[in-house]
């Protein structure tokens, strides 16, 4: 027998085996799980839901992520840093705004989802009017009152890395979202309008055969074109899309279907605080003859573009 040869051989094979099984190790080693936390500011709870409301599908992905913080599913509140916070809500107290710069010190991504988070909300209505007599109106006791003049969205604090529409927002694209930044890629979500899904869909367009005021062609889609589907014009629950063309949506669906003083309450719903819908809705109730915007809109108005102008420098 060789010897020589023979243990080189051997020499040979277990180089091999160790360095097969160290590529086995590295590639069946367990990654920690990214640490989530679903945090609300003011809103209704609707897009938490929605996530709750995933039920198979959050079982199919929790072992690829790990739930650290999630109010409205456990009373385990577990403290950071995480990798991903999602966050539901707008900001509309000093308490808020303090919160929110504290959670982006303490998270690696930062997700926000729905239109109170996205655009300040439906509670954004109050930033067209006077806060002080809001409060005079609702409360026996405004003094005891502490929030905000204004509703808004949480990128007017803090950067965000991805902003999910709606109200509520979509499950499908909630969970593409989650499972996107836990792997470390950018979602795959849609950039098209809702007439794009709407006709794709098969639906007959609501403003062509009934004269039915649709915001679809300048919204976000995202949801499926549901509205048109069920024979109702669609109120721009998901936001603007990308480069609204707004004065073409008021030329040719808005004016001729509604007096202006309706198209302008028509845009100012969910997201009526978003810039183009909060410009354009300004544009028709000035145009309105009924009556004229408050007398601090302008003012108002003029606070959040500085603030937009700030946060976008
Ligand atoms: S976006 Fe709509 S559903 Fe989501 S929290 Fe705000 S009001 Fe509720
Ligand atoms: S119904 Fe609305 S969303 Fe559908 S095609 Fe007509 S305008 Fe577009
Ligand atoms: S059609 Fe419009 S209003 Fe209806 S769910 Fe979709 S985005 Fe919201």
């Known amino acids: 027998m060789n ?3 023979t243990r080189r051989t051997l020499i040979l094979a277990y180089r091999s085996y160790t360095l097969t099984t160290n590529v086995y190790n590295q590639r069946t080693m367990i990654k920690p799980r990214p640490r989530i936390a679903v945090v609300k500011f003011a809103s209704c709870d609707g897009c938490q839901l929605t996530l709750l409301d995933c039920e198979d ?20 509140l577990q403290e950071g840093p995480y990798d991903i ?7 509309c107290t000093e308490e808020d705004s303090h919160r929110i710069r504290q959670l982006r010190t303490n998270s690696r991504n930062l997700i926000t989802i729905g239109a109170c988070a996205t655009a300040g909300g439906i509670q954004a209505l109050r930033n067209f009017g006077l806060h002080e007599d809001f409060k005079r109106t609702v409360y026996a006791q405004p003094s005891f009152i502490n929030s905000l003049a204004e509703s808004t969205p949480i990128a007017l604090h803090v950067q965000v890395d991805f902003e999910l529409r709606g109200c509520p927002v979509d499950k499908r694209q909630l969970l593409e979202v989650i499972l996107a930044f836990a792997s470390g890629r950018r979602p795959k979500t849609s ?9 794709r869909r098969g639906n007959v ?6 004269k039915i005021p649709c915001l679809g062609p300048v919204t976000q889609a995202g949801c499926g074109a549901i509205c048109p589907a069920f024979d109702r014009g669609c109120y721009a629950c998901f936001g603007p899309s990308t480069s609204p063309n707004m004065s073409s949506l008021s030329k040719s669906i ?14 100012q719903s969910f997201h009526a605080a978003s810039p183009p819908f909060r410009d354009e809705s300004i544009r028709l109730w000035q145009l309105s003859k009924q009556s004229q915007p408050p007398t601090n809109l302008n003012a108002t108005l003029e606070t959040q573009r500085n603030d937009e102008q700030t946060h976008n420098s």
């Open 3 to 5: 010897l020589p040869t």
């Open 85 to 91: 916070a999602i966050v539901e809500g707008s900001i």
């Open 254 to 267: 808005l004016e001729p279907n509604l007096d202006p003083a309706q198209a302008s309450l028509l845009l």
């Open 205 to 210: 367009c609501v403003v062509v055969t009934q």
């Open 191 to 199: 950039s098209e309008s809702v007439c794009q899904p709407c006709k």
């Open 57 to 76: 599908e959050l079982l199919a992905i929790a072992d690829r992520v790990e739930f650290a913080h999630f109010a409205e599913a456990s009373s385990d």
